[in-house]
C-alpha cells in the first residue's frame, strides 16, 4: 500500500475514452435496432421489398407528391407491421426493463418481472374475461386489474409493521402467484372447449392483434420507463447493496424501492395485459446486459432495454414469418433466448459471476 | 463542543436491553476505539447513530441537531459508515462502488470531480489498480480497503468503522490504522470498532468500552484500558504489559499453556 500520493497521472482521460466509447455502442446498437425493425416491416408472409417500404414511408411525409401507395401495401406495413413491430420492441424493452429494477431491489439475480405476481394475476384476469364475457367488458381491462391485484396483495402479505423485507416480498409473490394459477386451472376446467382454447392461446402470448392503439400506448410507456430509470440508475446501483447500505450512502430504500417496484410492475402488467405472458425476456436481457456492459446501472439500464426491444423484435418477426400460420411468441423466446444465456454464461459468465 | 453527543441512550431488540442508557460525547478530529466483548452494542451503537434503527429513548445529536429528525441524504453528509459484513450481491467495478460514495451528492450521475475523488480516495490507499476490477473477485482484504475508499470519497465529518480490520493481514491492519489516525488528524471525527486491545493503545486517541449494552469506561486509551478493565471484561485472562514504548496487552499465562 502506498499513503499520501496524489493522483499525478491524469488517469480520468482513460475513464472519459471509456465513457465515449460505451456512448458510441449504445448509438450504433439503436441505430441497428431502428434498421433491424425496417428489414422486420419488409418480412412476412405477403413479401415487399424495400421500395415499397421507401415509397410507404415517403407517402406520409407531408407534402408526398409521387404516385399513389397500393391499398394492399397501406394496410399490411402501415396498418399491421409497423404498429405490431413498435409493440414487440416496446414490450421487450419494458420486460427488460422492470427485471433490471426488479433485480436491483430484491438483490437477487434470479427476480424477473412476474416474480410478484404479474402473470398469473394477469392470466386469471383474462380468463375469467374469456369464461364470462358478459361479466367483463374487456379481457384486457380485466387481465391488468387482476395482475395489479395480485402485485398488491403479495406487498400487503409481506409487509410487516410499516417495512417490506425483499425476501418476504419474493415468498409472498411465490405464494400468491401459486393460488392464481390454481384459480386459472379451475377456470380452465370449468370453460368450454373454444374457450379453454382461447385461454391457452393467451396465456403462451403474442402480438397477434396489434394494431397502432396498443403501439401509441406502449411504445411513449416504454421510453418514459427507461429514461426514469436511466435517471435514478446510481439510485438502484446503491439499493442493491441492501437497505442497511443505502441508507447510509443517502438512499432510503422506504422511497426508492417502492418507487421502482411500483413502475415496473404498472408498466409490466399494462404490457401483459397487451401481450399475455411472454417468457424469458424480462430475465434474459438484464442478465446478457449485465454480462456485455456492466453492472453500473447507468449501463445495464439502456443496454438491457435495447437488447430487450432486439431480441423481442427478432422472436415476434420469427413468429409471424416462419411458418405460414403464427407460432406463439412464448414458444420462440423460450427456444431462442436458453441458447443464448447459455452461450453467454458460458462465454462471458466467469468474469461476470465468479 | 463535541460533534457528536449521545445522550442517555436505550434500544432493545425485543428482549432484555441490548443498550441501556448510554451517554458520550465525540470531539471533532479525534481516534475513537470502540471496544468492548461480543454482543456489547456497538454495532447497534452504530444502527441508532445512522438511523437504520429507531431508539426506544435518549437522543443522538449532531452539533445540535436531533439526528432521528434527517433524512437520509442528510444523514449521508454527516455519517459514513463501513459494515461490519458486506454481502456483495452483483460484479461492480471497484470504481463504480466507491464512486457509490457519492451518489448521494450527485444527480443522474457521476461528474469528472466525482471521478477524480473517487481515484484520489483509491489512489491513497493504493487500490487504484484495481479500478475496473469487479470487486466481487478481490480478497476480503483488497474488498475491505474498496469499501474503506469509498467511505473516504463520501468525506463525512464523522466515520463509523465496523471492524475495519478483520478481513486485512497483520500489515494491512496496521497500515489502516495509520491512515485512521491521518484522517483524524486531517480534521475526521472516526469511530472505530475493533477487538484487539493492542490496536487501541496503539493508535486511538480515546477508547469507548462497552460491555452488555452499558458504558464501561470513556476516555484516553492508557486510562480507560487498565488492567482493572481486561480484568472486568476478561476475567483474569489478559495482562498488560509494556515491549519498548509500547503497551502490549497479552496472555497472563505466559505464551505457552498446555
Known sequence: MTFRTAPEKPVNVNYLNKKLKRLVLFAALGILLVLAALFASMLGTYKTGPKEIIRLFGSKLPFYSGPEVPRLHDVIIWKLRIPRILLSMAAGSIFALSGTAYQACFRNPLAE????????????????GIVYPALFVSVRLSAFAFALLAVLLSWS?????GSTPGAALVIAGVVVSSVFSALVSSLKYIAPDAQLREITFWMMGGFYYAGWQDAALLFPLALLLGIVFSFFAWKMNILSMGDEEARSLGVDPRFYRPFFIGAATFASAFTVSSSGIIPWVGLMAPHAARMLFGSDNSQLVPGSALLGAAFMLLCDTLARSLTGSEIPIGIVTSILGAPFLIYLLRSRGRAAYQ | MDILSIDNLKFSYGKPGVLGGISFGLEAGKLYGLFGP???GKTTLFRLCLGILKP???????KGTDVTRLNAPALARIFSWLPQDHKPPFPFTVRELVLMGMAGSFGYGPKVEHELKALAAMERLGISGLAERPYTKLSGGQRQ?????????QDTPLLFFDEPGAALDYKNQVQLWQILKELSREGKTILACAHDPNQLLWYCDEAIILKEGKLEAKGPVNKALSQEMLDKLYGKSFRLGHAGACPVVCPASGPVSL
Open chain 2, 56 to 62: 426506544h429513548s435518549g437522543n443522538v445529536f449532531y
Open chain 2, 145 to 153: 480497503l474498496a469499501l474503506i475508499a469509498r467511505a473516504m470519497a
Open chain 1, 113 to 128: 418481472p412476474y416474480i410478484l405476481g404479474v402473470s398469473a394475476g394477469a392470466a386469471f384476469g383474462a380468463a375469467l
Open chain 1, 157 to 161: 402479505l409481506a409487509s410487516t409493521r
Open chain 2, 38 to 40: 461480543n454482543g456489547a
